[in-house]
């Protein structure tokens, strides 16, 4: 009984673990610039850096891989000890 209960909490622990370290599809993503002509500096995350690096956005079109700034960049798509659980 012991020895189930504890390979239960061992597959939970990793559960979650994996979840919390797991990054967004949207993260994958190319940055897109858009359609627009606007000039309004974002920011992007690289998959090859591992990093969020600036790029220009139109304003409009686009996708979901694009942040305002770093910090919500590296919250949502950095690696475990970057992002908020």
């Not at 139109?58 to 949502?76: A, D, H, L, V």
Request: glycine share 10%; proline share 4%; charged share 20%.
């Amino acid at each position: 009984m012991n020895k189930v209960l504890i390979t239960l909490l061992i597959v939970l622990c990793y559960s979650i673990i994996l979840v919390k370290c797991t990054r967004p599809t949207e993260c994958e993503l190319p940055y897109e610039t858009g359609p627009c002509r606007g000039m309004f500096q974002s920011y992007y995350f690289n998959t090859t850096s591992n990093r969020c690096e600036q790029f220009i956005y139109g304003g409009c079109g686009g996708n979901k891989n694009r942040f305002e700034n770093e910090k919500e960049c590296m919250e949502e798509c950095g690696d475990g000890s970057q992002r908020n659980g």
